[in-house]
């Protein structure tokens, strides 16, 4: 086991993901956690993430000196480093420029940390505050040209601090870094697999339900999906999957998610299928504000399965298919800001009558996800397909939800996603779809006028789904797409290729 000691950093989470990736299991604990119980759990190493703060100010988080002479092996990051230099008598000042973004960095290869890493390396940088002077004992391992300590270490004590963000991938070696810490210096033997967490997961979803019933909210995609195999496993017919067809999936997703999870499906299960298309558009009609639209789908989704739950009798459980991305940009992962209030995180009403929620996957990254999927023994196709957030073509629609607006652009979708299949490329492209501007323009078709509808095309590569950017796809492949949906899907008469990168976008429109 490798603790995680988090100080409110943004990155936090893709600390103890990079520690996964070297098959070593880890936990994250909050810095406030007390040094017996870190001493109790008998780490093999611990890492102190980064942080909004700054180490010298009276207010910050902090850590005893005590935690750096437990002979454990202490990796600390950017505030974590900063905060190892104060505490054992370094100096830590506020820097004149912030260091942010793209650094190269000068590595002492002779440290175990940066064995096999190249001399010049590209980090990724994020201070204000920077380690003007090691504290005793330590040495310097790395620099760049504006930050004399970029890492330092005591060797004999164990001790290391890094100043960029090695679990960021913009640092193009740090998980190799990580990887020196945990399987070299910590000497962890690298033997945690997915199976473990599925295993555990198991166990903890069977100590927590009990005999108790379980209502999962099946919304058709791979987090939902993986989640509903989980506990299906675990808990069998004391599950009941409710799945709404809210009119706003992809074109025959309803049909498929049934053939999967419905009663000629293969996991033992209570299946549901609520058919709300209608509830749906009507609550949605003149809305066109993003956030607003998110939140009506949102709650009622809520009062789908409340409306459900009350037909099913007692309920205890809540369960959901959220996934660590979702947790992080509704501004519950530490310290970070309300990007979008997924809504399976954020947009629970006060008044639902459910005793307790259970999130299985609220820890794992989509690709993570994917691998328990196939681990529960999931179809592959199911597994791989196309991640599709909860509001689903909601969100997909930028402005007013029509059926018409949901019927264009399911039918493009659809032949965007059956291309770019036959083109080879869905493998490639971690999520592709086409969404519906809310823009029109003036065409020509068989000499008549037109004046339509803009559909944009998207397509991203991307790992953990925080950031991304834009496929490059063949422009024989996009062409054929745009010539299909123009020629095949009413009321559509231009097509655009979306080219943002997130940041600054963000994968979905809306
Ligand atoms: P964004 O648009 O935030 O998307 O860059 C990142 C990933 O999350 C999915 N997404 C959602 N998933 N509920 C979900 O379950 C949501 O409200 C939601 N919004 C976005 C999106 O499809 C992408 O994979």
């Given at each position: 086991?490798?603790?995680?000691?988090?100080?409110?950093?943004?990155?936090?989470?893709?600390?103890?993901?990079?520690?996964?990736?070297?098959?070593?299991?880890?936990?994250?604990?909050?810095?406030?956690?007390?040094?017996?119980?870190?001493?109790?759990?008998?780490?093999?190493?611990?890492?102190?993430?980064?942080?909004?703060?700054?180490?010298?100010?009276?207010?910050?988080?902090?850590?005893?000196?005590?935690?750096?002479?437990?002979?454990i092996p202490v990796l600390g990051l950017c505030y974590g480093a900063q905060l190892m230099m104060h505490v054992l008598g370094g100096k830590v000042e506020r820097a004149s420029v912030r260091e942010y973004g793209k650094t190269e960095v000068m590595v002492?290869?002779?440290?175990?940390?940066?064995?096999n890493v190249s001399e010049k390396t590209v980090c990724w940088m994020s201070h204000f505050d920077y380690i003007s002077q090691v504290a005793p004992g330590f040495r310097i391992t790395a620099h760049t040209a504006d930050c004399p300590v970029a890492a330092a270490e005591n060797e004999e004590q164990k001790l290391y601090a890094i100043q960029f963000h090695p679990e960021v991938l913009h640092t193009q070696e740090g998980t190799?870094?990580?990887?020196?810490?945990?399987?070299?210096?910590?000497?962890?033997?690298?033997?945690?697999?997915?199976?473990?967490?599925?295993?555990?997961?198991?166990?903890?979803?069977?100590?927590?339900?009990?005999?108790?019933?379980?209502?999962?909210?099946?919304?058709?995609?791979?987090?939902?999906?993986?989640?509903?195999?989980?506990?299906?496993?675990?808990?069998?017919?004391?599950?009941?999957?409710?799945?709404?067809?809210?009119?706003?999936?992809?074109k025959n997703e309803g049909d498929e998610v049934?053939?999967?999870?419905?009663?000629?499906?293969?996991?033992?299960?209570?299946?549901?299928?609520?058919?709300?298309?209608?509830?749906?558009?009507?609550?949605?009609?003149?809305?066109?504000?993003?956030?607003?639209?998110?939140k009506i789908i949102g709650e009622e989704f809520i009062r789908v399965f409340e409306e459900e739950a009350k037909k099913i009798g007692a309920v205890d459980f809540l369960a959901q298919g959220t996934i660590y991305p979702d947790v992080v940009e509704s501004g519950l992962g530490g310290e970070s800001a309300v990007i979008k209030s997924h809504h399976n995180v954020g947009g629970l009403?006060?008044?639902?009558?459910?005793?307790?929620?259970?999130?299985?996957?609220?820890?794992?990254?989509?690709?993570?996800?994917?691998?328990?999927?196939?681990?529960?023994?999931?179809?592959?196709?199911?597994?791989?397909?196309?991640?599709?957030?909860?509001?689903?073509?909601?969100?997909?629609?930028?402005?007013?939800?029509?059926?018409?607006?949901?019927?264009?652009?399911?039918?493009?979708d659809a032949i965007y996603r059956e291309e770019i299949a036959k083109a080879g490329l869905d493998k490639e492209i971690n999520q592709y779809f086409a969404a519906l501007t809310n823009m029109r323009s003036v065409g020509v078709m068989g000499d008549e006028r037109t004046y339509d509808y803009a559909v944009a095309l998207r397509a991203v590569k991307t790992i953990d789904f925080m950031t991304a950017e834009a496929a490059e796809i063949p422009f024989e492949v996009l062409q054929k797409v745009m010539s299909r949906i123009i020629n095949e899907v009413k009321g559509v008469n231009r097509v655009f290729y979306d080219l943002t990168s997130k940041p600054p976008g963000t994968i979905e429109l809306e």
């Open positions: 086991l490798v603790i995680v000691l988090d100080f409110g950093g943004q990155y936090n989470q893709l600390v103890a993901r990079r520690v996964r990736e070297s098959n070593v299991y880890c936990e994250i604990y909050s810095y406030r956690t007390d040094i017996e119980t870190i001493k109790s759990k008998n780490p093999k190493g611990i890492i102190l993430t980064g942080g909004p703060n700054s180490c010298y100010l009276e207010d910050s988080p902090t850590y005893s000196r005590e935690l750096f002479e437990l002979g002492d290869r002779s440290s175990k940390l940066f064995e190799k870094m990580l990887y020196n810490f945990v399987r070299g210096v910590c000497g962890c033997c690298g033997d945690w697999r997915m199976d473990s967490f599925v295993e555990s997961s198991i166990e903890s979803i069977r100590e927590k339900v009990g005999d108790g019933k379980v209502l999962l909210a099946l919304s058709g995609g791979v987090d939902s999906s993986v989640a509903a195999g989980l506990l299906s496993r675990a808990i069998g017919k004391q599950l009941t999957c409710v799945f709404v067809d809210h009119g706003l999936l992809r049934e053939a999967v999870f419905g009663p000629e499906g293969d996991f033992d299960l209570n299946f549901i299928r609520v058919n709300a298309q209608e509830r749906y558009y009507n609550k949605l009609a003149g809305v066109t504000e993003p956030e607003q639209k998110r009403p006060d008044f639902v009558d459910f005793k307790e929620i259970i999130e299985p996957l609220r820890d794992l990254f989509k690709d993570e996800v994917r691998k328990a999927g196939l681990e529960l023994g999931i179809p592959e196709d199911l597994v791989f397909r196309q991640p599709f957030p909860g509001p689903g073509l909601g969100i997909r629609i930028i402005g007013e939800v029509t059926a018409e607006k949901v019927r264009i652009v399911q039918d493009a």
